[in-house]
């Protein structure tokens, strides 16, 4: 039995150089989303989306910047279970992951009312929008990783290294 990992493999694309303005545009998008939201939340939904859509590279980026904030381990491992192990998160916390799920899982339909409700019951107008905002940019970035399969395990927490040079 061997001991070697695979090998890395080769981004298809990057998206940055071909399109700078797009991804400058992005960032600032990503950035803007997370004004007036809990950055703990703001890390939850982006790990729980990217989980979902199976992106290595923003698991690998959200993860990190998490554990980098404080978050625990345990609450990490725990979000793919998360309705399981309700215990683990706040209310609040456990609206926002039934609202992430709902919104990254639109082709299964469309947002149920129930989703909405509870996320409502726990953030104001404005922190809805902003928790709205996150879901949406993290499902973006989540296709923009995948689809041009950026590498993961490369990044710094706070790092700005995927970002295009200028």
């Given at each position: 039995m061997s001991n070697e990992y695979a090998?890395?493999?080769t981004p298809r694309l990057n998206i940055g150089q071909h399109m700078p303005d797009f991804y400058?545009?992005?960032i600032k998008v990503d950035g803007a989303s997370r004004a007036g939201l809990d950055p703990v939340i703001a890390?939850?939904?982006k790990i729980r989306a990217s989980q979902l859509n199976h992106c290595a590279f923003c698991l690998d980026m959200h993860t990190k910047d998490a554990l980098a904030m404080?978050?625990?381990?345990?609450r990490i491992i725990?979000?793919?279970g998360w309705e399981e192990s309700r215990h683990f998160y706040t209310e609040k916390e456990a609206a926002a992951l039934e609202l992430t799920e709902a919104v990254?899982?639109?082709?299964?339909?469309f947002v149920p009312d129930e989703a909405w409700e509870k996320a409502a019951k726990h953030f104001d107008e404005a922190e809805l929008a902003a928790l709205l905002a996150v879901i949406t940019?993290?499902?973006a970035w989540n296709r923009i990783a995948v689809s041009t399969r950026m590498v993961p395990g490369h990044y710094t927490p706070g790092s700005v290294a995927h970002r295009p040079k200028d």
């Open positions: 090998p890395e493999h400058k545009a992005m890390e939850l939904v404080g978050e625990t381990v345990e725990q979000l793919s990254t899982v639109i082709t299964d339909g940019v993290i499902n």
